[in-house]
């Protein structure tokens, strides 16, 4: 019956099916994997240890008839006297009177309900007529939408059980089974929906979560050979000695992170399929060079390159550094949405008959009439789940170019390798060398004199300083109320050498450019702000950041925020004011810190959040697993990436019988569909 509708069990009337519907339940089959989302265990619980009106379950013997009163319409009241130990416990059993014939004198029971110490009366929920032992001590508790209630699940997963169980078909080859030692499917699902005992239950648990991550992992790795497979002429061919020449006269070494993300990146680019890469690396770990790197190599093999930003000030400042490092090589041409009329047709021309070797623009770039000659490379920068349309825009564009990936925003591992699991990722994960971290301190209220006066010593030494003030959330009025409150208070404060400032959203992108260059030349030295502060603000010689109600931001946020200090080679610091009441709050003071590895940060903040919350509802592509976590189950994660990746690269679903279910399995799936472009 497994691929039948679920109305052909005998029970399930039209109101049961739409209800079923709800829980994505149409065939009797899905009923089998609909797994409980919880278990409860029970646990016999001595009497003297039971808290009043805990729930908790005891054993006893029936020591007296029980005796039922009826009362109101079809209401009753069932009374027995159960024999715990030294103690007669009264049970009272609400409208089960029928459990009357059960209940005879001298049978040992299992009762659990809520207990009230001063009567020694349990109110019974659940009823064994057995033992503890006997008793079946695990419940497993399952979703339920509308009217359907916890009983009839399990009554419909039970007739499921019984119908379609042995028409389920295995889909792990025999080899998985024996090298992880994990049950069969059939008995994995009987097991998870009647645990016989823990440990056959965790068995169970560990099956799923293998094969969850396991398909969902060869999934990833199908798209990326699919994407990768389309190579319509992007692979580089160029002078080595030019591109060495480049790289040996910047102004520094790179790094050995730089050096090994930029061998990753230049494998693709020579290669000829095609490059689908995500390049991971904090605020200030030098990633725009790396662009710099392939987008020169882009031109020298005769290829135009473009680099996407989210927003035109940052368009603008790109152009600016790469026309400082490849000015003289390459003609580079800037294209926003503020570019218009005669300016922007002239660009469009040059871009189209192949003058222009590098273009900077937000996304307009690559979309409307913009015709490149020969597109070889695009580079985008700082957007998360971009992926995906853009790739679509490209190729409706009839354009097949390498296509590079750059975020500041440290992703813990376990999310880049299931959000961007059909994307090969590079990672710097190293600061070039001489800058000192940001020295960072958790102080609370009583503090701010010394603070205070710290700030005065800093700015007196000639440098400068932020102070960020609380966010309050859903209120952009108290938001900056607060802001203009903190700027008072040290305007009084500070002495009159000392010029205090002060940003906030509300202020016209005029004031705030006016406010910024004042800080950017020192004629500001202390800087209110709330957190708008705009993105890329770039002052060396601020070495002080004060963030007050620090325990309202998340871990990243602030980790954010402190990239802005620390930029220059004056030792600079973090002032963290907080008074966090929950263990999580302390426990992100705590972290801050400690460390400032923007990785090490990320992955706390996983710990913390969960995965769901990480990059925000919705936007994190992630996929919704029924057994498996990825913070829990990290472990398991990584093996099942290990084990896709070998089946790929061993062409086992091409040309091995005991992969085929497997691979109609992935084949039929819509998200190959939305995520394979050709
Ligand atoms: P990101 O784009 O990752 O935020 P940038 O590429 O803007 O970082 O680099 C930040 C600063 O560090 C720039 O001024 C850059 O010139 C400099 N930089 C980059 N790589 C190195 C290096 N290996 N050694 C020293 N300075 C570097
Ligand atoms: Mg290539």
């Given at each position: 019956m497994l691929n039948e509708p679920v109305n052909q069990i005998p029970s399930v009337g039209d109101k049961t099916e739409e209800q079923l519907a709800m829980l994505?339940?149409?065939?009797?089959?899905d009923l089998l994997f609909h797994f409980p989302f919880r278990y409860d265990f029970l646990e016999l619980k001595p009497l003297e240890e039971i808290a009043h009106e805990e729930v908790a379950t005891i054993q006893g013997e029936v020591v007296s008839e029980p005796n039922v009163s009826f009362y109101g319409k079809k209401k009753s009241r069932l009374n027995c006297t159960i024999q715990v130990g030294v103690v007669a416990v009264k049970a009272v059993f609400f409208n089960q009177a029928f459990l009357k014939d059960q209940l005879q004198v001298g049978q040992t029971v299992t009762l659990t309900g809520k207990w009230d110490m001063h009567r020694l009366q349990m109110t019974v929920h659940k009823f064994h007529r057995q033992s503890f032992e006997e008793a079946n001590s695990i419940e497993p508790v399952y979703h339920t939408k509308g009217k359907l209630t916890l009983g009839q699940v399990k009554k419909l997963i039970n007739y499921a059980l019984k119908s379609s169980l042995e028409e389920v078909d295995e889909i792990l080859p025999e080899k998985y089974l024996h090298n992880y030692k994990i049950p069969q499917r059939q008995t994995a699902i009987k097991e998870l929906h009647q645990p016989s005992s823990k440990a056959r239950l965790k068995h169970a648990r560990r099956r799923f979560i293998y094969e969850e991550l396991f398909l969902f992992q060869l999934k990833m790795q199908y798209i990326r050979r699919e994407n990768k497979a389309q190579s319509i002429g992007t692979h580089k061919e160029y002078d080595q000695d030019q591109l060495k020449d480049f790289v040996s006269r910047l102004p520094f070494e790179l790094t050995s992170s730089q050096k090994r993300v930029l061998k990753e990146i230049m494998d693709d680019l020579k290669s000829a399929s095609r490059m689908n890469r995500l390049l991971q690396g904090d605020v200030g770990s030098g990633k725009t060079v790396i662009a710099a790197i392939a987008l020169y190599t882009t031109a020298l093999s005769g290829q135009q390159g473009a680099l996407m930003v989210p927003t035109e000030i940052l368009a603008e400042q790109h152009e600016e550094s790469l026309n400082e490092l490849l000015g003289d090589k390459l003609k580079v041409a800037l294209l926003t949405g503020s570019i218009k009329g005669k300016k922007r047709q002239d660009i469009l021309t040059r871009l189209e008959n192949g003058e222009i070797d590098l273009l900077v623009g937000t996304h307009a770039l690559i979309q409307d009439d913009t015709l490149f000659n020969q597109l070889g490379l695009v580079i985008i920068d700082e957007q998360h789940r971009f992926g995906v349309s853009q790739r679509k825009t490209l190729r409706d564009k009839g354009l097949t170019p390498d296509v590079l990936f750059m975020t500041a925003?440290?992703?813990?591992r376990t999310l880049s390798i299931t959000s961007f699991g059909d994307m090969d990722v590079s990672v710097i994960d190293e600061m070039p060398k001489g800058r000192l971290p940001v020295e960072t301190y958790w102080v609370k209220e009583n503090m701010i004199e010394r603070i205070h006066q710290f700030l005065i010593e800093q700015i007196n030494k000639g440098h400068q300083a932020y102070v960020i003030c609380p966010l309050i959330e859903e209120s952009d009025q108290l938001d900056i109320q607060n802001a203009v409150d903190v700027f008072e208070e040290l305007n009084d404060i500070m002495p009159e050498s000392i010029k205090v400032g002060l940003m906030h959203g509300r202020l016209s992108a005029q004031e705030k450019e006016e406010l910024m260059r004042q800080f950017a030349e020192n004629e500001v030295q202390l800087l209110v702000s709330t957190t708008v502060i705009e993105v890329g603000v770039n002052v060396p010689n601020a070495t002080t950041m004060v963030i007050y109600d620090a325990e309202r931001f998340g871990l990243a946020q602030l980790h954010q925020l402190r990239g802005r200090v620390g930029r220059g080679s004056e030792q600079s610091y973090c002032i963290l004011l907080a008074d966090p009441k929950s263990e999580n709050g302390k426990e992100r003071m705590r972290v801050m810190t400690e460390t400032t590895d923007g990785f090490e940060l990320s992955e706390h903040d996983l710990q913390i959040r969960g995965p769901g919350d990480f990059f925000g509802k919705r936007q994190s592509g992630l996929p919704e697993f029924k057994v498996a976590n990825i913070v829990d189950d990290y472990r398991a994660l990584e093996v099942a990436r290990q084990d896709a990746v070998n089946v790929m690269n061993d062409r086992k679903l091409e040309e091995d019988s005991e992969y085929a279910r497997i691979k109609s399995l992935i084949e039929s799936d819509p998200l190959i569909q939305e995520r394979i472009f050709d």
């Open positions: 994505d339940i149409t065939k009797v089959g925003t440290p992703i813990p």
